[in-house]
């Protein structure tokens, strides 16, 4: 998906501010709620233009007042020009701390995410009312979207938004977004737009008034003399070929909101804590005595994301999941578990030095609350030490004690840890999958499965006829020093050292190979020594045991130091592999040209191969997987989840194939 750097709107002027308060109500009762979500697992709401939340707020203030409201509210609402916090505070700055709205308006506030060309997932009310916010021209944001919308809601009041809402092509998008018998308002949508609506599966409402014949331009804005103008109202009741469209995921919940999650690592612990916070019950069978025994058991690893000139899948992938790993990490260091999310450095000696970097920033157009750029001497002033080249500083960014984190995430309600379970080979009958051990007895069954044990999840997959992902593994050494220490902040580059209490943990060696027998090596500690001392300038004399000489300089019997090494899994096209897991054979002309078209084993799910970013990628694909798996809106658009789809590989073959013989 093509992305432009997102320009924030300043807040509109006062006289507009009574109009655009007024309309949600209106909105509201043109799509019957609350007497429509009631009862329901979840509801969907699609929003073009979002404003100043207006909608959004309406919506979920009455959510909180219905006793009869639905399990999960999601609020997907697409928006070019997005306002900025400051923004946002002063259009809603009018509420009062009395008032029921004020702690909506301040949770909104809190929660309001750096202005990133991306879908931003923000969760409120426990994980029950979420807003994907997704920032971009509606032509070019709404088709990448993955939902099924109960309510259609075209409120903009600006001149592009109203034009696009007679776009045909944002209709059509609409319609394939649509749930069976899904309702539609738009505010003065002209005539053209109107007669757009009947070709695409929408029937008009009798009531609806007559409209312009186009688009309103700036002088057809509302005021605070307007009421809330007639709406457009019309539901989606599609030709039966309208509603089998290939474009749409099929995707449907099984009755029992149970899963089994394999592996008990970051990914397993993620995968479970998503699918809890969608309502449902989670098993997590682990081979060893506990959990995060494998490369999720370092002392401590980072979190952040990434800068690209292109801004391509890679780096859009990598800055969603920072920003949904900011969130979940600062939510666990406030619980107590060891980390922070306070900022993190990353260094760059690139030829042509700062002024390279503030170019390349400049021309992606991101935001300074996602990521700045900074000299030297200004990077060494937040690190504490003095460091040797300019540097990305990304605010959001920080570390975590993955271990820690698993632990504490695998105690929440809802989830069972059962260690020393090791699944040797899946079987499914009557739709139910069955996980067995080595002798053929059953461990657990549940119609969905999450399989998050690294690369055993191909073996167990191999077990069912699918074909091998290209996989390899890393091993990798991390070095931990003892003593005091004047680092504040993660710095990475070449090589990472991370303060921690009472110490630094430095890394990580890199090296191909098969898992094997997890000892330290000296020369890979004094690898990793001398490249913190590269990164930081950091020695003995910064009051790190004695140890920090290189052995050299070191008289007597070789020293060592705590450390640990573990084995990292990766693809060849060094993205993760996570969601539903495909067919293992293809039916008869079945297409093949994108992987979310693929036909899908029920109920079966991989997170897997998250190479050395696991605490980057982990809380995000598990969203992923979790909205496949229940059928809820997705939070990453349509070709990121392409490139992360366990399926790709046979797109990949399908199309060298078709291009082999044409």
């Excluded at 009862?39 to 939340?53: A, I, K, P």
């Excluded at 207006?54 to 979920?60: E, R, S, T, V």
């Excluded at 980390?339 to 042509?352: I, T």
């Excluded at 500083?393 to 504490?408: I, L, Q, S, T």
Aim: with cysteine; aromatic share 6%.
């Amino acid at each position: 998906m093509k992305t432009t750097p997102v320009t924030p709107a300043g807040g509109p002027p006062p006289e507009h501010q009574a109009a655009a308060r007024a309309l949600p109500e209106a909105m509201l009762a043109a799509h019957g709620l609350p007497t429509r979500w009631a009862g329901r697992e979840h509801f969907v709401v699609l929003e073009l233009g979002f404003g100043l939340g207006h909608g959004f707020l309406a919506c979920w203030q009455s959510w909180r007042q219905d006793p009869a409201r639905c399990g999960r509210l999601f609020y997907v609402s697409v928006e070019p020009h997005p306002p900025s916090r400051e923004a946002l505070a002063q259009a809603h700055a009018a509420v009062a701390p009395h008032e029921s709205l004020h702690a909506p308006v301040q949770a909104m506030l809190q929660a309001w995410p750096p202005l990133t060309p991306n879908l931003h997932r923000l969760c409120f009310e426990d994980g029950r009312v979420q807003l994907l916010l997704a920032l971009g021209e509606v032509a070019d944001v709404l088709p990448a979207l993955q939902l099924q919308a109960d309510a259609l809601c075209l409120m903009g009041s600006s001149p592009s938004l109203q034009a696009a809402q007679a776009e045909k092509r944002v209709l059509k998008a609409l319609a394939a977004r649509a749930a069976l018998g899904a309702t539609l308002s738009a505010w003065r949508m002209p005539a053209d737009g109107q007669a757009q609506l009947a070709s695409t599966g929408f029937v008009l409402d009798p009531t609806t008034p007559a409209a312009p014949v186009h688009a309103g331009n700036g002088e057809d804005s509302i005021s605070a003399e307007d009421s809330p103008p007639p709406l457009t109202q019309a539901r989606w009741a599609p030709r039966a070929t309208q509603a089998t469209t290939p474009r749409r995921y099929r995707s449907a919940a099984p009755a029992k909101r149970q899963a089994v999650v394999v592996g008990a690592g970051l990914a397993g612990a993620a995968a479970a804590q998503a699918l809890v916070q969608a309502g449902w019950q989670v098993t997590v069978l682990e081979r060893h005595a506990a959990a995060a025994q494998e490369a999720s058991g370092n002392p401590a690893g980072l979190f952040h994301g990434t800068v690209n000139a292109d801004d391509g899948p890679y780096a859009r992938l990598f800055r969603a999941a920072a920003l949904q790993a900011t969130a979940t990490y600062a939510q666990a260091v406030a619980q107590g578990v060891p980390g922070a999310a306070q900022g993190l450095l990353r260094l760059d000696a690139r030829s042509g030095g700062l002024p390279a970097l503030q170019t390349l920033w400049q021309r992606a157009g991101l935001p300074a609350g996602y990521v700045q750029v900074l000299g030297a001497e200004a990077a060494s002033a937040l690190a504490g030490l003095a460091l040797p080249a300019p540097a990305w500083f990304y605010p959001g960014g920080g570390w975590m004690d993955p271990a820690a984190w698993v632990r504490h995430t695998l105690q929440q309600p809802g989830i069972t840890l059962r260690t020393g379970a090791e699944v040797a080979s899946l079987a499914r009958h009557d739709g139910v999958w069955a996980l067995l051990d080595a002798a053929g007895a059953v461990q657990a069954q549940a119609h969905t499965v999450v399989l998050a044990n690294a690369a055993s999840a191909q073996r167990l997959l191999a077990g069912l006829g699918h074909p091998p992902w290209p996989l390899r593994h890393t091993r990798g050494q991390v070095t931990q020093l003892e003593g005091p220490h004047p680092l504040r902040l993660p710095v990475a580059g070449d090589g990472y050292a991370i303060p921690l209490p009472g110490g630094v943990l430095c890394g990580a060696t890199r090296e191909a190979g098969e898992p094997g027998v997890p000892t330290l090596r000296l020369k890979d500690h004094l690898h990793n020594l001398q490249r913190l001392q590269r990164l930081t300038g950091m020695n003995s004399g910064h009051g790190l045991d004695d140890g920090a000489r290189t052995s050299a300089e070191h008289e007597g019997p070789p020293p060592t130091w705590p450390g640990r090494t573990g084995w990292r899994l990766h693809s060849d096209d060094r993205l993760p592999i996570a969601g539903a897991v495909p067919l293992a054979e293809m039916p008869t002309h079945q297409r093949l040209d994108q992987p979310r078209l693929l036909p899908r084993e029920e109920g079966l799910f991989v997170l897997t191969a998250l190479g050395a970013r696991g605490l980057t990628l982990a809380p995000l694909l598990a969203q992923l997987v979790a909205a496949q798996a229940t059928g809820t809106p997705w939070p990453l658009e349509h070709d990121l989840a392409d490139a992360v789809d366990p399926g790709r590989w046979q797109v990949r073959a399908a199309r060298h194939a078709a291009s082999s013989t044409g």
